[in-house]
């Protein structure tokens, strides 16, 4: 089904569904190949370009719209120009299968009446093979030629469901790319025929309208800050001025930057904005408690400071800091605060050691990670929070810094009770949360694993137009592995993703997919062990 013609197969010319950011080749040239004259549509003139009375089907051409007969022969040709692939239209289909077969190698041609891509309507639709059932799509198929009073070619038919899906996902992807406004809809639009036909089916479909968002994920943040603040630790015991960037109105960190700031040090924080025009190729960029350049506060600070290092506890995944000058990296330690409170143990003497409430900014960091000592805990995590003990940190203020309010307890209680079960995970979509109460996202996720028979948890809201996730397991289930298929990361027992432009429900199905693919890849290595 695959043949390959010049290095492109018919999968790569047949990816279809939306329109893909690209530009017009040949604008304007079809308008030498427009029918002559100026008769109404089905004239006798239109009619007469061709020698046939009738279509191929049998029916009469006259009174049949213009386009639908054959234009004179171009007989005035003025230059020649020879292409692998031509595309004639750029419309839905025209522009992606032209920006397919470029991308494929091929030298493309593609023709447009108009100055730009022009399409109607605003949504394309693929079958997802991966969380489909083969029997329904084969019934799909089947359906559709029936509909269509078998009309259609079957072989074309099903050329769409078993590539669709693939299709339309990299139309989605090559549009976003392109910054147009795109989500996928998933299933909502199909429903009416899954609810009838009682198809086990799932969509990926294409919308066009809906504005892209850009939100921070926060989850980590509280821990971030604490080990920030330790970093910063170091640089005053080395009389290296030093700041963190944090933007103030998003990070969910604020107890404790408030706690901060109280104690005198509100000149210790600037916003990322405010910190961009104090960098020098001089500067150091210590970035902690990620190693995705997708999670840091500030790309632009990243980008412009002359040398980076990077402490992280997270496995490298995909959109690593490239080359960065230092990595303190350690993914069996529990938090990048265990990590930062061992390198304050080595740096200047007794008396210079972090005061009380920098102590307790990391030791909750340590906390959150764990979860109260109780996942991922080793000696050196026990020998870091006895040094915090030493150096002022007290467990009571600590747990003031997860204090949360009766909206966070509410929003909390609510996404517990959404939850339901698949595989040994429990799994929580809900709709738009309060922004003050989005803790109860991570919040929520902790609690789900005080269920009996839950391994892992999921929880996956609605923020803008997208949906961010929070997992979190026991040890069993690698939920990093899991959230990195959904382009996230993390830790084994605590990861989290964001997933843009998608529905809640559309969410769980990619959960659900995940967590598939992860028991069988889990399943498969066990298998080749023995």
């Known amino acids: 089904m695959h043949e390959h013609v010049n290095g492109i197969s018919r999968r790569d010319l047949f990816k279809f569904g939306g329109i893909a950011a690209a530009g017009v080749v040949g604008a304007g040239a079809l308008a030498s190949c427009a029918p002559q004259g100026a008769g109404a549509a089905g004239s006798a ?70 100055s730009q891509a022009i399409a109607q309507g605003n949504s394309g639709s693929g079958i997802d093979l991966a969380t489909s059932d083969p029997a329904d799509i084969a019934n799909l198929v089947s359906q559709l030629i029936a509909d269509s009073q078998h009309r259609p070619n079957r072989e074309l038919v099903e050329l769409w469901a078993q590539n669709s899906g693939e299709a339309v996902k990299w139309v989605i992807e090559k549009s976003l790319e392109g910054g147009a406004q795109v989500i996928d809809q998933g299933n909502l639009q199909h429903m009416p025929l899954i609810n009838k036909k009682g198809y086990n089916i799932n969509f990926v479909t294409s919308f066009f309208g809906p504005k892209p968002y850009n939100t921070g994920d926060g989850m980590r943040a509280l821990a971030a800050i604490g080990a920030a603040e330790g970093v910063l630790r170091i640089c005053k015991i080395c009389d290296v001025p030093a700041v963190i960037a944090v933007k103030r109105d998003a990070t969910l960190a604020g107890s404790l930057i408030d706690a901060l700031c109280r104690a005198g040090q509100k000149d210790d924080f600037i916003d990322p904005k405010d910190a961009l025009p104090i960098i020098s190729k001089r500067t150091l960029c210590v970035v902690v408690d990620t190693y995705q350049v997708g999670l840091v506060e500030s790309k632009e600070i990243l980008e412009k400071c002359g040398k980076v290092a990077v402490i992280d506890h997270h496995r490298k995944g995909v959109g690593y800091i490239q080359n960065p000058d230092l990595v303190c990296h350690e993914p069996y330690s529990s938090s990048a605060s265990e990590l930062v409170t061992e390198l304050l143990q080595y740096v200047g003497d007794r008396d210079d050691k972090p005061n009380r409430v920098e102590a307790e900014g990391l030791l909750s960091g340590i906390l959150l990670d764990t979860q109260d000592f109780t996942l991922h805990t080793g000696v050196r995590t026990f020998e870091a929070a006895a040094a915090l003990r030493r150096y002022g940190a007290e467990t009571e203020r600590v747990r003031q810094l997860f204090d949360v309010t009766m909206v966070e307890y509410a929003a909390k209680a609510e996404l517990v009770e959404r ?48 949906v961010n996730i929070s997992a979190r397991s026991l040890g069993a289930v690698n939920v990093q592995v899991i959230m990195e298929a959904l382009g996230g990361g993390g830790h084994q027992t605590m990861a989290a993703a964001q997933l843009k432009h998608i529905t809640p429900e559309a969410a769980r199905s990619r959960i659900e997919t995940a967590i598939d693919n992860y028991w069988a890849s889990q399943k498969k290595s066990g298998a080749e062990e023995k």
């Not at 049949?64 to 020649?80: G, W, Y």
């Not at 595309?87 to 920006?99: K, Y």
């Not at 979509?429 to 109860?440: D, N």
């Open 419 to 466: 939850a339901r079960m698949y595989r040994n995970c429990a799994i929580s979509v809900g709709g738009e949360i309060a922004p003050e109460a989005r803790v109860a996202i991570a919040q929520a996720a902790n609690d789900l694993l005080r269920i009996q028979g839950v391994d892992a948890s999921f929880v996956a809201v609605q923020v803008g137009t997208g």
């Open 45 to 114: 003139s239109a009619a007469s370009t061709t020698d046939e009375a009738t279509t191929a089907a049998g029916h009469l051409r006259t009174g049949m719209p213009s386009f639908l007969t054959a234009p004179e022969a171009i007989a005035d040709v003025k230059e020649t120009k020879d292409y692998d692939v031509v595309v004639i239209g750029a419309g839905a289909s025209g522009v992606p299968a032209a920006l397919s077969a470029f991308e494929a190698g091929a030298k493309v041609a593609l023709l447009q009446k108009e």
